[in-house]
Protein backbone atom coordinates (compact mmCIF):
# COMPACT_ATOMS: atom_id res chain seq x y z
CA UNK A 1 0.00 0.00 0.00
CA UNK A 2 1.33 3.72 -1.05
CA UNK A 3 1.74 6.43 1.22
CA UNK A 4 -1.60 8.59 -0.12
CA UNK A 5 -3.51 5.58 0.86
CA UNK A 6 -2.10 5.15 3.95
CA UNK A 7 -2.75 8.38 4.59
CA UNK A 8 -6.56 8.39 3.66
CA UNK A 9 -6.94 5.51 6.06
CA UNK A 10 -5.11 7.42 8.70
CA UNK A 11 -7.91 10.26 8.17
CA UNK A 12 -10.84 7.44 8.99
CA UNK A 13 -8.91 6.27 11.65
CA UNK A 14 -8.42 9.70 13.37
CA UNK A 15 -12.18 9.89 12.88
CA UNK A 16 -13.30 8.47 16.58
CA UNK A 17 -10.53 10.07 17.89
CA UNK A 18 -12.51 13.55 16.34
CA UNK A 19 -15.92 12.21 17.68
CA UNK A 20 -14.59 11.25 21.31
CA UNK A 21 -12.73 14.35 22.05
CA UNK A 22 -15.55 17.01 20.59
CA UNK A 23 -18.01 15.40 22.75
CA UNK A 24 -16.16 15.69 25.78
CA UNK A 25 -15.79 19.10 25.21
CA UNK A 26 -12.40 19.24 24.23
CA UNK A 27 -12.75 21.66 20.97
CA UNK A 28 -8.96 22.53 21.25
CA UNK A 29 -8.00 18.74 21.13
CA UNK A 30 -10.84 18.14 18.52
CA UNK A 31 -9.87 20.70 16.53
CA UNK A 32 -5.88 19.90 16.51
CA UNK A 33 -7.22 15.99 15.29
CA UNK A 34 -9.52 17.35 12.49
CA UNK A 35 -7.27 19.59 11.50
CA UNK A 36 -4.09 16.98 11.34
CA UNK A 37 -6.78 14.72 9.36
CA UNK A 38 -7.86 17.45 6.60
CA UNK A 39 -4.36 18.19 6.07
CA UNK A 40 -4.09 14.56 5.27
CA UNK A 41 -6.16 15.05 2.81
CA UNK A 42 -4.19 17.76 1.03
CA UNK A 43 -0.86 15.79 1.05
CA UNK A 44 -2.14 12.19 0.20
CA UNK A 45 -3.45 14.09 -3.36
CA UNK A 46 -0.43 15.93 -4.09
CA UNK A 47 1.87 13.12 -3.19
CA UNK A 48 -0.27 10.65 -5.45
CA UNK A 49 -0.30 13.06 -8.13
CA UNK A 50 3.65 13.96 -7.75
CA UNK A 51 4.96 10.47 -7.64
CA UNK A 52 2.51 8.90 -10.01
CA UNK A 53 0.71 6.96 -7.16
CA UNK A 54 -3.01 7.38 -8.21
CA UNK A 55 -4.43 4.29 -7.42
CA UNK A 56 -8.35 2.84 -7.55
CA UNK A 57 -8.46 2.70 -3.95
CA UNK A 58 -7.27 6.23 -3.34
CA UNK A 59 -10.26 7.81 -6.55
CA UNK A 60 -12.97 5.83 -4.16
CA UNK A 61 -11.51 5.88 -0.76
CA UNK A 62 -10.08 9.75 -0.81
CA UNK A 63 -13.36 11.27 -1.06
CA UNK A 64 -14.84 8.89 0.90
CA UNK A 65 -12.59 9.83 3.90
CA UNK A 66 -13.12 13.53 3.12
CA UNK A 67 -17.31 12.73 3.90
CA UNK A 68 -16.67 10.73 6.85
CA UNK A 69 -14.46 12.91 8.47
CA UNK A 70 -16.91 16.37 7.41
CA UNK A 71 -20.21 14.89 7.69
CA UNK A 72 -19.30 13.70 11.10
CA UNK A 73 -18.09 17.65 12.26
CA UNK A 74 -21.48 18.33 10.72
CA UNK A 75 -23.51 15.92 12.94
CA UNK A 76 -22.29 17.18 15.29
CA UNK A 77 -22.42 20.43 15.37
CA UNK A 78 -26.04 19.46 14.44
CA UNK A 79 -26.53 17.92 17.64
CA UNK A 80 -25.23 20.79 19.95
CA UNK A 81 -27.57 23.37 18.09
CA UNK A 82 -24.23 25.10 16.45
CA UNK A 83 -25.63 24.42 12.32
CA UNK A 84 -29.37 23.92 11.20
CA UNK A 85 -30.96 20.81 10.00
CA UNK A 86 -31.43 22.16 6.44
CA UNK A 87 -27.86 23.01 5.94
CA UNK A 88 -26.64 19.35 6.62
CA UNK A 89 -29.70 18.23 4.71
CA UNK A 90 -28.70 20.52 1.23
CA UNK A 91 -25.36 18.89 1.97
CA UNK A 92 -26.19 15.39 1.95
CA UNK A 93 -28.98 15.62 -1.10
CA UNK A 94 -26.29 17.07 -2.88
CA UNK A 95 -23.90 13.88 -2.21
CA UNK A 96 -26.44 11.30 -2.90
CA UNK A 97 -26.76 12.81 -5.98
CA UNK A 98 -23.53 13.21 -6.95
CA UNK A 99 -23.12 9.15 -5.47
CA UNK A 100 -25.92 7.80 -7.56
CA UNK A 101 -24.44 9.66 -10.52
CA UNK A 102 -20.78 7.65 -10.30
CA UNK A 103 -23.16 4.71 -9.60
CA UNK A 104 -25.20 4.58 -12.64
CA UNK A 105 -21.90 5.96 -14.83
CA UNK A 106 -19.62 3.08 -13.57
CA UNK A 107 -22.19 0.53 -14.07
CA UNK A 108 -21.69 1.81 -17.55
CA UNK A 109 -17.87 1.36 -16.78
CA UNK A 110 -17.83 5.59 -16.83
CA UNK A 111 -15.52 7.02 -14.23
CA UNK A 112 -17.05 10.70 -13.69
CA UNK A 113 -14.35 12.56 -11.93
CA UNK A 114 -14.62 15.11 -9.36
CA UNK A 115 -14.62 19.24 -10.36
CA UNK A 116 -12.62 21.57 -9.07
CA UNK A 117 -15.55 23.11 -7.76
CA UNK A 118 -16.26 20.14 -5.23
CA UNK A 119 -12.47 20.29 -4.02
CA UNK A 120 -13.08 24.18 -2.74
CA UNK A 121 -16.34 23.09 -1.45
CA UNK A 122 -14.69 20.32 0.50
CA UNK A 123 -11.96 22.63 1.47
CA UNK A 124 -14.18 25.44 2.83
CA UNK A 125 -16.23 22.80 4.69
CA UNK A 126 -12.89 21.82 6.08
CA UNK A 127 -11.81 25.32 7.01
CA UNK A 128 -15.26 25.99 8.30
CA UNK A 129 -15.54 23.27 10.57
CA UNK A 130 -11.80 24.63 12.03
CA UNK A 131 -12.93 27.83 12.17
CA UNK A 132 -15.88 27.09 14.02
CA UNK A 133 -13.51 24.56 16.67
CA UNK A 134 -11.23 27.19 17.53
CA UNK A 135 -14.93 29.58 18.41
CA UNK A 136 -15.76 26.84 20.54
CA UNK A 137 -12.51 26.40 22.05
CA UNK A 138 -11.71 30.02 23.05
CA UNK A 139 -15.68 31.00 23.75
CA UNK A 140 -14.47 34.19 25.11
CA UNK A 141 -13.83 35.03 21.08
CA UNK A 142 -17.14 34.67 19.93
CA UNK A 143 -16.39 36.25 16.63
CA UNK A 144 -14.30 33.37 15.87
CA UNK A 145 -16.94 31.18 16.02
CA UNK A 146 -18.77 33.26 13.96
CA UNK A 147 -16.44 33.65 11.00
CA UNK A 148 -16.14 30.23 10.88
CA UNK A 149 -20.12 30.27 10.50
CA UNK A 150 -20.03 32.31 7.38
CA UNK A 151 -17.23 30.48 5.94
CA UNK A 152 -19.79 27.28 6.48
CA UNK A 153 -22.29 29.31 4.70
CA UNK A 154 -20.05 30.06 1.73
CA UNK A 155 -19.42 26.33 1.82
CA UNK A 156 -23.56 25.70 1.45
CA UNK A 157 -22.99 28.07 -1.50
CA UNK A 158 -19.94 26.27 -3.37
CA UNK A 159 -22.32 22.85 -2.34
CA UNK A 160 -24.99 23.89 -4.42
CA UNK A 161 -23.27 25.22 -7.20
CA UNK A 162 -20.36 22.37 -7.41
CA UNK A 163 -23.53 19.88 -7.41
CA UNK A 164 -25.40 22.01 -10.26
CA UNK A 165 -22.25 22.19 -11.96
CA UNK A 166 -21.45 18.11 -11.77
CA UNK A 167 -25.31 17.62 -12.71
CA UNK A 168 -24.83 19.81 -15.88
CA UNK A 169 -21.22 18.73 -16.49
CA UNK A 170 -22.34 15.08 -16.41
CA UNK A 171 -25.91 14.97 -17.82
CA UNK A 172 -25.64 12.31 -20.29
CA UNK A 173 -25.47 9.88 -17.14
CA UNK A 174 -28.97 10.50 -16.76
CA UNK A 175 -29.66 8.61 -20.36
CA UNK A 176 -27.89 5.88 -19.52
Known amino acids: MNLPNKLTILRM ?17 ALIIFAAASLTDF ?3 QIARK ?5 NFGKIMDPLADKILVYSA ?3 FLENDFIKGWMLIVILAREFVIAGMRTVAASEG ?24 LGLAVPSQKIIYDI ?13 YSGCEYVIKNKEVFSM
Open 51 to 55: YNLVT
Open 110 to 133: KVLAAGMSGKIKTALQMFAVCIMM
Open 148 to 160: GYYVFLASLVMTV
Open 13 to 29: IMVPFFIAAFMSGKYLV
Open 74 to 76: LCL
Open 43 to 45: FDG
